[in-house]
């Protein structure tokens, strides 16, 4: 079974300071993670994802995350964060990459980014 | 870019009214999924489909659920006779293939009364 835990329901930065958002992870196999946002009113944006090749994964705005198998985590980072990062994010885990496999989501954190 | 599109964008009804859910995804996409969001809770999956058929389930979707490609581009989700719990977002996702990423459309929210 898998499962993901975000360990931060709210997270609020200044802008120009760095993000982090925590993500535990819990798989029987080998897994593949992701970080989606979702901005309001809009779907959920595929933000970066690994899939068992680089441990450091970049995505787009910015945003990078480290897979560390010792400790089952898979934080994403920012080094400055802007207005725009405002969002919902999801950490979300599969195991296998059968193409059929569903998606467990963790219950999401929200970033607010002040002024 | 393209991308997975959801119509309607907000549905109201009443309980025990049938709705359909529409979702157009990825011209080039096989697999084919449904997720909904209740209101301050996780995403959650409900159903995948490939090949014309229900490949995966949760236990959410129960017999008030089913799911169809009627055509070559449509996939739609229909709640026979909805709930008040049935209040939530729903996402439709489509992917390629094996390691190709899901992606979702902007989701149908769903009020029941």
């Known amino acids: 079974a898998q499962s993901v835990t975000q360990l931060d329901s709210h997270v609020s930065v200044s802008e120009g300071t760095p993000v982090l958002l925590r993500c535990n992870y819990s798989?029987?196999?080998?897994?593949?993670l992701f970080w989606y946002v979702q901005h309001p009113n809009k779907g959920l944006q595929l933000l970066l994802k690994?899939?068992?090749?680089?441990?450091l994964v970049k995505g787009i705005n910015g945003f990078e995350a480290e897979f560390k198998k010792s400790e089952t985590s898979f934080h994403l980072t920012k080094p400055s964060a802007h207005m725009s990062d405002a969002a919902e994010y999801f950490c979300?885990?599969?195991?296998?990459?059968?193409?059929?496999?569903?998606?467990?989501f963790g219950s999401g954190t929200r970033l607010q980014v002040q002024p | 870019e393209p991308e997975v599109t959801q119509t309607p964008s907000h549905q109201v009804t009443q309980m025990g009214q049938e709705v359909i859910l529409r979702c157009v995804p990825i011209?080039?996409?096989?697999?084919f999924y449904w997720y909904r969001q209740i209101l301050g809770q996780k995403v959650e999956f409900l159903v995948s489909?490939?090949?014309?058929?229900?490949?995966?389930k949760s236990e959410i979707f129960d017999d008030q659920f089913s799911v169809e490609r009627p055509d070559g581009s449509n996939f739609t989700l229909k709640i026979r006779s909805t709930k008040l719990e049935d209040s939530a977002m729903y996402f439709c996702?489509?992917?390629?293939?094996?390691?190709?990423?899901?992606?979702f459309g902007p989701g149908t929210r769903l009020l029941v009364l």
């Open positions: 489909f490939y090949n014309n058929e229900i490949s995966e």
């Open positions: 798989s029987s196999y080998s897994p593949s």
């Open positions: 996702a489509s992917r390629q293939g094996q390691g190709k990423t899901q992606y």
């Open positions: 690994y899939t068992s090749a680089a441990t």
């Open positions: 979300v885990v599969t195991e296998g990459d059968t193409g059929r496999r569903a998606l467990t």
């Open positions: 011209s080039n996409h096989l697999y």
